[in-house]
């Protein structure tokens, strides 16, 4: 494809191996930092084509790899190292299969690419344009240098778009002939609310009862394949009639429990206990009902991996409950309101200090347990030593730490996990 048109003849005449113009060319290429225009093409993807995956370390693993091989190959041809029919391509074409496996819209491929490539155009531009300036070359051979990096970053692009899309589109029919993706495909439109009731072929290609009661677990480590593995037990500790395994990723994965009937707190607690008898990490929601429940459950499985995240392991496993962090949940929806709270609240006490933090741990710890005595065999601390602590507490917070219990206790988790989250 020609985007220049008729002008790019004046240019072709004018650019060859020993003129300014491809000399020009070369310079700009050669002294491009790849690495930070690498970084910067990635932040600008993630952002405009890719938000879901903004906190999925993976996914911009690969999409930094693919950005980085996709600039190297493209200096290679701005300096003539290479032809556009000698083009190989490896990561972006693993990208593609990876963006294909994940159900990524074509959509948002193409638009990752023109982003992609509109900014090494503007930051090649840009070089060359200081090039120019500083080593004042003429009008014509500046002109023709212009025309020969836009045409040559453009023609790099078709033919890198074309081979992606073909990859894409492989990978995608291979697929859609699966009955694995097909379901994948229908979980993944249920959720989004694309299909509002689905059909009783679509039901029977789910192979879970929506309608029934749900209880949704997020296990960050744990590809879709070893997560079935886990499902199997997972139901029978539960007696759990349905299961369903949906990947995030090709490391993440959830997987639903569906029962006829209610969950009880004794089931959920089986649950746990089974996940940390497997040694996972995991995030459990809230037990949910129907169509709208499975959907919401989905919600909150991610609301409480980003918390479980943040805070760590918790009571000696790393699985954690909806119900043991919606308040935190809740609260952290408006970030800026709940750093003024928690400054309001601790006033002093909120400084990161480790002097700070000690009467932090002791009085979380004093809130917890009730007592001295208990706050003290639980820090491994002598009784006068707790007492001390919470006194210097009061002392910074100018009151009782009995005045306003509740607060100072929400204002503590809220840190804690603000805290671990930087």
């Keep these: 494809m020609d985007y220049l048109g008729g002008a790019a003849d004046s240019w072709r005449q004018k650019v060859d191996d020993d003129s300014p113009a491809a000399a020009l060319i070369r310079d700009a290429a050669e002294a491009m930092d790849l690495e930070q225009l690498c970084d910067l093409i990635v932040a600008r993807c ?7 995956y903004v906190d999925d370390d993976e996914f911009r693993a690969h999409l930094r790899a693919s950005v980085l091989e996709n600039l190297r190959q493209l200096r290679n041809y701005l300096t003539g190292r290479v032809t556009l029919a000698d083009i190989s391509l490896r990561e972006p074409l693993s990208f593609a299969t990876f963006q294909a496996k994940l159900g990524i819209a074509q959509s948002s491929i193409h638009r990752s690419y023109r982003v992609s490539f509109l900014t090494s155009w503007r930051e090649f531009t840009t070089l060359l344009n200081e090039l120019v300036a500083d080593d004042r070359i003429e009008r014509d051979a500046a002109f023709a240098a212009f025309e020969g990096l836009t045409d040559k970053i453009f023609k790099y692009q078709d033919q890198v778009a074309s081979m992606v899309a073909e990859t894409y589109t492989q990978t995608d029919d291979a697929l859609s002939r699966s009955k694995s993706y097909m ?10 609310g694309v299909v509002e009731v689905p059909s009783p072929s679509d039901v029977s290609i789910i192979g879970y009862d929506l309608d029934g009661a749900h209880a949704a677990i997020l296990l960050p480590d744990t590809s879709e394949e070893s997560a079935a593995q886990v499902a199997v037990k997972l139901k029978s500790a539960v007696q759990a009639r349905d299961v369903l395994v949906y990947p995030l990723n090709l490391k993440r994965s959830v997987l639903w429990l569906g029962r006829g009937r209610r969950w009880t707190p004794q089931s959920l607690r ?15 929601s809230d037990p949910q009902e129907g169509m709208t429940g499975f959907r919401l459950s989905f919600q909150q499985v991610r609301e409480v991996e980003k918390i479980r995240f943040s805070v760590g392991q918790t009571n000696g496993s790393g699985v954690m409950l909806q119900s043991e962090v919606g308040l935190e949940i809740l609260l952290l929806r408006d970030l800026d309101m709940a750093k003024r709270f928690i400054q309001a609240e601790l006033g002093p006490l909120a400084l990161d200090t480790r002097d700070n933090e000690r009467l932090r741990e002791t009085l979380d710890a004093s809130f917890r347990f009730g007592s001295h005595v208990a706050a003290a065999e639980y820090l491994q601390l002598h009784e006068h030593t707790v007492r001390n602590r919470l006194q210097k507490a ?13 607060e100072l206790q ?13």
């Design 270 to 284: 089986a649950l746990r206990d089974q996940l940390v008898e497997l040694g996972l990490s995991a995030s459990i």
């Design 410 to 422: 929400v204002a503590l988790r809220l840190r804690r996990v603000l805290s671990r989250s930087r």
């Design 46 to 52: 993630v952002s405009v084509a890719f938000a879901t």
């Design 394 to 406: 009061e002392q910074l917070l100018g009151s009782s730490i009995r005045e306003r219990s509740t």
């Design 183 to 192: 379901r994948q495909r229908l979980v993944r439109e249920v959720l989004n």
